[in-house]
């Protein structure tokens, strides 16, 4: 059902993109590797933080890197940050962990995107549900949910 709200929230913004659906599980990188064919560098991971205040952050990396919290925790201005848990990030954004897309969330969510994700036309991330991906140009993500582009991931 959420789903739907994510496709709509893109058509109404008028972007590009497409909701991918799979037989098989989209959960991790290898998953999407395995069903779309393509390097795992051209698969983004969306992953939800929160700061020592509690704050949500999302984080999103290129899926052959890591989120650097360090990293993360600097470019929020933050003290440190660390993974939200299962439950909070459902609350959150509405989206089950390993489902979580990078945008279209129940309420705006600070943004920071590497700039690792931004060499491609388009990249594939959580798509809604633990069998779909988004695929969507980079450009459009960082515009919608007006994030900042910085270094937070590492090898």
């Known amino acids: ?18 909701v991918l659906a799979f037989k098989g599980s989209t959960i991790t ?4 590797v395995k069903q779309l064919k393509v390097p795992k560098e051209r698969i983004i991971k969306s992953i939800l933080f929160v700061d020592e205040k509690g704050l949500p952050v999302l984080a999103v990396v290129t899926g052959d890197h890591r ?9 929020c201005g933050a003290k440190k940050v660390r993974k939200a848990r299962p439950k909070a990030v459902k609350n959150i954004t509405g989206y089950e962990v390993g489902a979580l897309p990078p945008l279209g969330h129940k309420k705006p969510i600070k943004t920071f995107i590497d700039p690792k994700v931004m060499k491609y036309e388009t990249v594939f991330g959580g798509g809604g549900a633990i069998n779909k991906l988004l695929e969507i140009d980079p450009r ?12 937070i991931s590492m090898k």
Request: charged letters at 35%; hydrophobic letters at 40%; aromatic letters at 6%.
């Open 29 to 32: 990188v290898e998953d999407a």
């Open 1 to 18: 059902m959420f789903n739907q709200s994510l496709e709509s929230f893109l058509q109404s913004k008028g972007v590009k993109f497409k």
């Open 67 to 75: 989120v650097d919290e360090e990293k993360l925790a600097k470019a």
């Open 140 to 151: 459009d993500l960082k515009r919608l949910t007006n994030a900042t582009i910085a270094t």
